[in-house]
């Protein structure tokens, strides 16, 4: 295997508990946030006769609709990540992939199929855990409250690692979107304002979605990033990156993410004339020995855009280079879930890969 594709060989993460006050008895408890797998089950769960994800599903359809079309539900059948484990197929990607899975082993089917499912996020023990705690209704079940849920640290758990390394040895992040957001000017703004936004039912309840759109979808990237400024100088296209409305890093996530922003000569009517330059946002990785026997990816550049802090509206200049004889010039800002370089070794199609974010035309 490539050092290029490895991820990782072992890592262990801690899920911090807290101890909750259960409302009506006054009574504490410790409660884990939601993170990767194992997670320890009490049986029976809130009273429910089927605590599975399948028995949460009956009750929550029109959560149920949203997780089904999210990436937490095909965690682990979507085509990059099967084609990514199918390379390496360590035990600690079903901690984070398939959650709800005895780690030790693969997966059953029906865990494949559940990825990051509801017991993932609302199961500790014998309780049903939500943001706020109520008392068993009709056709209902107790809800244990644990206001952690509504804010980052529900998401951490899984969202923000490190590179495994030999015991002792300090590695690098290999997701870092809580340091990102803890650090931006963001911090307060809670991952679930933008990513969990309320929606209405068809009762006309709201609910907070749980569709977690981000890959494929235009309106969303979009929020990510604007541009300031745009130009054409003598064989010069300079577009200057702003961040939006982001909580951190664009692009952030998975360690291969990039964005490239293209610029390249157009006629009148905009095809292309020849060919242009490309400027890509990225973090890149070596392995590095550590030890006698051991490697350790250590991040080597991050060019991507940063989240603004207080001191910094981290607005960024991207040159692109042109023939110096370019009257109009076309630049597009390209999201990619990978490199193309990464996709043809796994045999994936770029273009289903990437999604365009903004694009503009400058001329002289
Ligand atoms: C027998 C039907 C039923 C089953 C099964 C069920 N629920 Fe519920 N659940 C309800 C009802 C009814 C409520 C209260 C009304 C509401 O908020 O939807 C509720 C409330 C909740 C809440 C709190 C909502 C809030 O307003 O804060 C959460 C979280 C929740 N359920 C999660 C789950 C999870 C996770 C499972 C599977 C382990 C599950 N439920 C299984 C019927 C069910
Ligand atoms: C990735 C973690 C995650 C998964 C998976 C997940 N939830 Fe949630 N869910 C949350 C968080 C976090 C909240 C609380 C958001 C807040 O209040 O800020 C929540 C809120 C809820 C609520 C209360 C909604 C509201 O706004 O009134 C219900 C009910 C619920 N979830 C049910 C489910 C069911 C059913 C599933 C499976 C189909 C599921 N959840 C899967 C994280 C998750
Ligand atoms: C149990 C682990 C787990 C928890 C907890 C979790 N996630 Fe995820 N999340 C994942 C995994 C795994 C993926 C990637 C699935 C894939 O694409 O293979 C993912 C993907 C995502 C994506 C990408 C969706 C897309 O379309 O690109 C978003 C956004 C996201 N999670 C937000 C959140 C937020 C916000 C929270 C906290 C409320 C949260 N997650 C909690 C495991 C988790
Ligand atoms: C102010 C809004 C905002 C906040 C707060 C925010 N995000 Fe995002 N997030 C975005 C936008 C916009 C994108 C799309 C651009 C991108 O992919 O970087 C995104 C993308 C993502 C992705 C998708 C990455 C991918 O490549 O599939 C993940 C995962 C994610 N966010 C997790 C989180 C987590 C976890 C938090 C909290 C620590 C958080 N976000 C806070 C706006 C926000
Ligand atoms: C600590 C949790 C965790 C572990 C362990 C983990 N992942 Fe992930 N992985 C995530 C999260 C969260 C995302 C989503 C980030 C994003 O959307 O950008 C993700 C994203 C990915 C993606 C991109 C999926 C997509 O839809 O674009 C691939 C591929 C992947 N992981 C493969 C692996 C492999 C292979 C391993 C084991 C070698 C592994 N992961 C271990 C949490 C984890």
């Given amino acids: 295997m490539g050092s290029m594709l490895a991820r990782s060989a072992a890592l262990s993460i801690a899920t911090a508990g807290a101890l909750v006050m259960i409302a009506a008895s006054g009574r504490t408890r410790d409660v884990p946030l939601p993170g990767p797998g194992p997670r320890p089950r009490v049986e029976p769960i809130a009273g429910l006769d089927d605590a599975t994800d399948a028995g949460c599903e009956r009750c929550h359809a029109e959560i149920a609709a949203e997780q089904a079309g999210s990436l937490h539900r095909s965690a682990w059948t979507n085509d990059y990540f099967a084609r990514a484990y199918a390379l390496e197929p360590a035990p600690f990607c079903r901690k984070c992939h398939a959650p709800g899975a005895d780690p030790a082993r693969e997966p059953s089917l029906a865990e494949k199929h559940a990825g990051v499912g509801c017991t993932s996020c609302h199961v500790a023990g014998d309780a049903v855990v939500g943001a706020r705690g109520a008392a068993a209704r009709e056709g209902g079940h107790a809800v244990l409250g644990d206001p952690r849920l509504a804010t980052a640290a529900a998401c951490g758990g899984c969202h923000q690692f490190s590179f495994p390394g030999p015991p002792g040895a300090a590695t690098g992040p290999m997701q870092d979107t809580l340091g990102e957001h803890a650090r931006s000017i963001g911090a307060a703004t809670p991952c679930q304002q933008c990513h969990m936004p309320e929606v209405q039912g068809a009762g006309g309840a709201t609910h907070r979605s749980h569709a977690f759109q981000v890959q494929g979808d235009r309106a969303m990237l979009g929020r990510a990033v604007t541009v300031t400024r745009a130009s054409l100088d003598r064989g010069l296209v300079r577009v200057t990156l702003a961040p939006g409305a982001i909580g951190h890093a664009f692009p952030t996530g998975d360690l291969f993410r990039r964005v490239e922003v293209r610029a390249y000569p157009v006629d009148s009517a905009g095809r292309r004339l020849a060919a242009g330059s490309v400027a890509v946002l990225e973090r890149t990785f070596s392995a590095t020995p550590v030890g006698h026997d051991a ?47 990464l996709a043809a070794r796994l045999g994936l199609t770029m273009h289903d890969q990437e999604t365009l974010v903004i694009e503009g035309d400058v001329s002289r």
């Fill in 295 to 341: 490697l350790v990816q250590v991040e080597r550049s991050d060019t991507r855009l940063a989240a603004a802090t207080s001191s910094d509206p981290a607005s960024r200049e991207i040159t692109l280079v042109v023939p110096a004889t370019t009257r109009r010039a076309h630049y597009a800002i390209v999201w990619q879930r990978l490199s193309p370089t």
